[in-house]
């Protein structure tokens, strides 16, 4: 099925995208430019951003299904959100005291 006539994309070629991203890192955030990013292709009209994000979805649940994870891959996957989100609430308040300073 064709699901990007802008680039000539079906969803099979997203799929195994998808899949050989999971591979990497099963655990990493995947969004429609990420996928595109991977296939060296670019969103133009992004109409079909949303049937993406069906895709990566439903496929990243197949995966995950599939391959089942360890009690030790979960705790590091959190650890890591935990990490990042600490991180980022360091720029954050980092940012917020450099715009407060008077020169």
């Not at 079906?10 to 995208?17: H, N, V």
């Not at 990497?24 to 990013?37: A, T």
């Not at 109409?47 to 705790?75: K, Q, W």
Request: aromatic residues 8%.
């Amino acid at each position: 099925m064709l699901v990007c006539s802008c680039n000539f994309i079906t969803a099979k070629e997203i799929e195994d995208t998808i899949v050989a991203l999971l591979d990497e890192d099963c655990w990493q955030l995947i969004v429609p430019s990420k996928v595109y990013h991977a296939m060296a292709k670019r969103g133009r009209c992004c109409g079909c951003f949303p049937n993406v994000v069906d895709i990566i979805i439903r496929t990243t649940e197949r995966y995950h299904l599939e391959h089942p994870s360890t009690e030790a891959e979960m705790f590091d996957f959190m650890s890591r959100l935990k990490r990042f989100h600490e991180e980022q609430r360091r720029a954050d308040i980092e940012r917020r005291q450099k715009s407060h300073r008077a020169a």
